[in-house]
């Protein structure tokens, strides 16, 4: 799907830490579907909502924030209208506006802040109310399209997001539980270490997340980037002691091998005896 409107989730989960991982993992899968139906994203999202005008309702971590976008199926893009607690009202972000004949604006590229918030409210009349495809509505919807995903390209960018937070997040959204893992991850001990930062995912555990809960692949080979705390100490631990193994283990066969040489050195230097 085609993501506008993203500086308004950067300056959200700016002012709100916590919802940046998930906000993230959601703007990934976000970017790598293709919703042509509402039952398309009810299938993936069971606690989305549908408000009316095209508008949908994301519950993010746990129902504690709330995300509105509104969509246009065939056209393939998703406005975002608003991030914020659950205490919202939904009629305040429903307040479409009108297509009659081209676009008021005049579309040209966007240079600066003030361009972009003019684009932005030029588009959203066609999310409300899709012009039919080969319409000359249509083809300044799709003009507005491309000016801005240019422009935030440069100046808005949303980066991947933590590959644990995109399992849990995608946990949250599909109501699983860490047992759902086990033919993905395997036994229950490993899947929590998987999601408690102490175990790193591997290849065959990537392939089949991907192709299971349907995460992006290059989402789950990212970087974990909240090994902190008690988590970071246990992945520190875990290498310092597999580093310790690695040294002992060297330090034996390297023994083995001069003792071996030693053995072998006396043999040879020793006179044989005539019978």
Same mark, same amino acid.
């Given at each position: 799907?085609?993501?506008?409107?993203?500086?308004?989730?950067?300056?959200?989960?700016?002012?709100?830490?916590?919802?940046?991982?998930?906000?993230?993992?959601?703007?990934?899968?976000?970017?790598?579907?293709?919703?042509?139906?509402?039952?398309?994203?009810?299938?993936?999202?069971?606690?989305?909502?549908?408000?009316?005008?095209?508008?949908?309702?994301?519950?993010?971590?746990?129902?504690?924030?709330? %995300?509105? #976008?509104?969509?246009?199926?065939?056209?393939?893009?998703?406005?975002?209208?608003?991030?914020?607690?659950?205490?919202?009202?939904?009629?305040?972000?429903?307040?479409?506006?009108?297509?009659?004949?081209? +676009?008021?604006?005049?579309?040209?590229?966007?240079?600066?802040?003030?361009?972009?918030? +003019?684009? %932005?409210?030029?588009?959203?009349?066609?999310?409300?109310?899709?012009?039919?495809?080969?319409?000359?509505?249509?083809?300044?919807?799709?003009?507005?399209?491309? #000016?801005?995903?240019?422009?935030?390209?440069?100046?808005?960018?949303?980066?991947?997001?933590?590959?644990?937070?995109?399992?849990?997040?995608?946990?949250?959204?599909?109501?699983?539980?860490?047992?759902?893992?086990?033919?993905?991850?395997?036994?229950?001990?490993?899947?929590?270490?998987?999601?408690?930062?102490?175990?790193? %995912?591997?290849?065959?555990?990537?392939?089949?997340?991907?192709? +299971?809960?349907?995460?992006?692949?290059?989402?789950?080979?990212?970087?974990?980037?909240?090994?902190?705390?008690?988590?970071?100490?246990?992945?520190?631990?875990?290498?310092?002691?597999?580093?310790?193994?690695?040294?002992?283990?060297?330090?034996?066969?390297?023994?083995?091998?001069?003792?071996?040489?030693?053995?072998?050195?006396?043999?040879?230097?020793?006179?044989?005896?005539?019978?």
């Amino acid at each position: 799907m085609r993501v506008i409107s993203q500086a308004k989730l950067k300056t959200f989960y700016t002012r709100h830490s916590s919802a940046e991982l998930a906000l993230k993992a959601w703007y990934d899968e976000a970017k790598k579907a293709f919703w042509e139906t509402p039952q398309q994203i009810k299938d993936q999202y069971r606690s989305a909502s549908f408000v009316g005008q095209n508008r949908i309702v994301f519950n993010i971590q746990g129902n504690k924030y709330r %995300l509105i #976008v509104a969509v246009a199926y065939r056209f393939g893009a998703l406005y975002i209208k608003f991030t914020g607690t659950c205490r919202i009202r939904y009629d305040r972000c429903c307040d479409g506006g009108s297509v009659t004949g081209e +676009s008021e604006m005049e579309i040209r590229p966007i240079r600066t802040e003030l361009d972009y918030q +003019s684009a %932005l409210k030029a588009v959203a009349p066609y999310f409300d109310q899709e012009p039919e495809p080969g319409s000359s509505e249509a083809d300044s919807f799709e003009l507005l399209l491309m #000016v801005i995903e240019a422009y935030e390209a440069r100046h808005h960018v949303i980066n991947a997001p933590d590959p644990i937070e995109a399992i849990k997040f995608c946990m949250e959204q599909a109501g699983l539980t860490p047992k759902d893992l086990r033919p993905m991850i395997g036994e229950t001990n490993r899947v929590y270490e998987i999601l408690n930062y102490t175990r790193p %995912l591997t290849l065959s555990m990537i392939r089949r997340l991907n192709a +299971s809960l349907g995460i992006p692949a290059h989402a789950l080979f990212g970087e974990p980037k909240l090994c902190r705390g008690k988590a970071n100490k246990g992945i520190t631990a875990a290498n310092a002691k597999l580093i310790k193994q690695t040294k002992i283990a060297d330090a034996s066969k390297l023994k083995a091998t001069k003792s071996t040489k030693r053995i072998a050195s006396k043999t040879s230097a020793r006179p044989l005896r005539e019978k």
